[in-house]
């Protein structure tokens, strides 16, 4: 594979500068650390007068040095507004790949960085559907009934509709996971008192389900043994918060159940 070629240090700059933009979307859209160091490494690798590449990534933040005709560069980028795009993630590795195979020039590569990072997630009828699904399936494999299931995907669906208009505010992940919890548990409880048919417990069990954060701990698990431990250890300690923002918020609204039943 033949190597890339920059002419000065603007453009050795502008080079790292989008092999960190490319790092950045994604962590931003849910990828591990380790796989976005590893591709501004052969980003920037690709390119013959960049030598010396050191990446150090975070889930808040990246920082690059890398030396061009001996001098150091260093640059630092900060990631804000985390969230889970698979999609972005796949179109961003095909992407650098293609990138690194040399198909796409510098300048194509700022105008598809920016398509990637237009592009919308699915829309909003699609996921309260499959939230509601997801939601629904837990509650009957965790061992509620029909009726269950059909109460459990309308409070699924609600809770879809409120996770996607809270992110529109940027309201921190704690404070997000905790009113979708406490929404779902008064709907639970709502339901619950309205009819003898459904189970409190399954409707809250299997809706909170797309609130627990697995991908999240899987992924820290995942950097830890690929050895950025610093990044895992972040991971784990936002998903402790994100299940005690759940436990919160199921807690309080049973503990007002148990005010009012008594």
Not at 20 to 36: C, F, H, V
Not at 122 to 146: E, H, R, T
Not at 193 to 222: C, E, K
Request: aromatic fraction near 10%; charged fraction near 15%.
């Amino acid at each position: 594979m033949e190597k890339r070629h920059v002419g000065n240090l603007n453009e050795a700059k502008s080079m790292i500068n989008l092999a960190m933009i490319t790092g950045q979307m994604l962590i931003k859209n849910g990828a591990e650390i380790y796989r976005s160091e590893d591709t501004i490494v052969r980003m920037c690798a690709c390119v013959e007068e960049i030598r010396e590449v050191e990446v150090f990534a975070l889930s808040s933040a990246i920082f690059v040095s890398a030396q061009y005709e001996g001098e150091t560069i260093t640059m630092f980028k900060d990631i804000k507004n985390q969230g889970v795009h698979l999609s972005r993630i796949d179109a961003i590795n095909s992407f650098s790949r293609n990138f690194v195979s040399g198909t796409i020039s510098l300048d194509d590569a700022r105008s598809e960085l920016l398509a990637i990072s237009s592009m919308e997630k699915c829309s909003l009828p699609m996921s309260m559907f499959f939230i509601g699904l997801c939601s629904a399936s837990f509650a009957v494999m965790f061992g509620g009934d029909w009726y269950d299931f059909g109460y459990t995907f309308f409070v699924g669906m609600v809770l879809s509709f409120c996770m996607r208009t809270t992110s529109r505010y940027n309201i921190n992940f704690f404070a997000d996971t905790l009113i979708g919890t406490m929404v779902v548990s008064i709907l639970a409880f709502i339901g619950a008192n309205a009819t003898n048919r459904l189970h409190m417990d399954m409707i809250i069990i299997g809706s909170i389900m797309p609130l627990v954060p697995g991908m999240q701990i899987t992924n820290s698990l995942r950097d830890i043994m690929s050895g950025d431990f610093v990044s895992g250890m972040i991971g784990i300690t936002k998903g402790i918060f994100v299940a005690l923002a759940i436990a919160l918020g199921v807690g309080f609204i049973l503990n007002i159940q148990k005010i009012i039943g008594g």
